[in-house]
């Protein structure tokens, strides 16, 4: 399968799902017109990504601003990969935030509290 690369804009983030390193990446700010458009296509692909059985997905996010409407996309997506987590998915989240940044660091805490998959939550250094 190709992989799935949206090249990031002003409003938009850089998503990369490679099938065959069993990767996603999302990074940049996300605050487009309209979030449907940007994750419904990315939600899709990991539907196809997890019909084959006991896939595996790294997954790492590092984005500065979200809108509210990203936060909803990103919420179903995180909930999403709960439920192939359940179905036998093998899921690792690492999520980054800008060192200091307290606020933004509990706002990850909180997309994350109610999931069972591992993941982490690293501080970057500011640049």
């Known amino acids: 399968m190709e992989n799935y690369i949206i090249t990031p804009t002003k409003y938009t983030p850089l998503i990369e799902l490679s099938f065959k390193d069993n990767f996603l990446r999302i990074t940049g700010d996300s605050y487009p017109e309209n979030a449907m458009d940007v994750y419904q296509p990315l939600i899709l ?62 706002q990850w805490e909180m997309f994350l509290e109610d999931v069972t998959f591992p993941y982490n939550i690293i501080p970057l250094p500011e640049d």
């Open 45 to 106: 692909q990991l539907e196809k990504y997890f019909a084959a059985p006991e896939q595996k997905l790294q997954i790492e996010l590092n984005l500065d601003f979200i809108s509210t409407s990203s936060k909803k996309m990103l919420t179903d997506i995180i909930t999403l990969l709960q439920n192939y987590y359940n179905a036998g998915h093998n899921i690792n989240i690492t999520w980054y935030y800008t060192d200091g940044d307290i606020e933004q660091k509990e």
